[in-house]
């Protein structure tokens, strides 16, 4: 009895008959859940900044790219990189230099393409564009550039070594 | 009730204060996973720092609202019932 009696002050204080009271209530209410969800948001951007502190390095393997030194200037090639898992573009630009991304576009992760006429990436689903020189982001929805493969040539070919964000 | 006035002045400019700074935190949050995403580390920690300071802002802010109103209250505690 004494339980209902509560919960019926509770409800008259939730719910006043007087209109200046109501408003009182809701925004001290208001501020109070404001500032735990300030709280909950500073803890949420914490917890992030402790997983990329806990997160592990990656180490790479170093990979053979079978054919790329037959590619002609101004074509590219698909290979996947540093796992079965992940595709990789090969781009020889029209100047014979090698770059290497990753084919995931940081949008949507949709697969990207090299415009050989444009000289640029393209990713032709919500047609976002990416530099071939850095994989910078340089038109469209993307926001990010694409991760770079880091490449070395040894005797026996093009190696991907690595991966830079 | 001229003392009820002004803390409802005083309040609703207070909560569009600790809303603003909410917005403020949602925002870095958005950052802060915008740069994990794109692993630009270093971005992390001040934005936490600045997350923190501003929840320590909103927490004053409550502290001073809820202390204000135990005194009007008090002040006033026929008029309010």
């Known amino acids: 009895m004494g339980d209902d009696s509560q919960i019926e002050a ?3 204080e939730d719910f006043p008959v007087r209109w200046d009271a109501d408003h009182y209530l809701t925004r001290r209410e208001l501020a ?3 500032t735990l969800g300030s709280g909950i948001l500073a803890c949420a951007t914490g917890a992030l900044a402790i997983a990329a502190r806990e997160s592990p390095r990656e180490e790479y393997p170093a990979l053979l790219i079978p054919s790329a030194t037959q590619l002609l200037p101004g074509t590219s090639l698909l290979f996947r990189y540093p796992t079965v898992q992940d595709p990789c573009i090969l781009i020889k630009t029209g100047s014979g230099e090698l770059k290497a991304y990753s084919q995931v576009c940081t949008h949507l992760s949709c697969a990207v393409r090299y415009d050989a006429e444009g000289n640029t990436i ?3 689903c919500h047609r976002g564009f990416f530099a071939v020189e850095d994989g910078r982001p340089t038109g469209g929805p993307p926001t ?13 070919g093009i190696y991907a070594i690595g991966m830079e964000p | ?3 009820r006035q002004q803390g409802t002045v005083l309040f609703a400019g207070i909560l569009v204060l600790i809303g603003t700074l909410v917005v403020i935190q949602l925002w870095l949050l958005t950052a802060a996973l915008e740069a994990l995403l794109a ?9 936490t720092v600045a997350s923190v300071v501003l929840f320590g802002f909103n927490a004053a802010l409550l502290r001073y609202v809820v202390i204000f109103d135990a005194k ?3 002040e006033e505690p026929v008029e309010r019932r």
């Open chain 1, 10 to 12: 509770r409800w008259r």
């Open chain 1, 32 to 34: 109070k859940f404001l």
């Open chain 1, 122 to 124: 393209a990713c032709p």
């Open chain 1, 144 to 156: 990010r550039g694409l991760p770079r493969v880091v490449l070395q040539a040894r005797a026996d």
């Open chain 2, 1 to 3: 009730m001229h003392t």
């Open chain 2, 39 to 47: 692993r630009s580390y270093q971005v992390l920690l001040p934005a």
């Open chain 2, 72 to 74: 009007v209250r008090r």
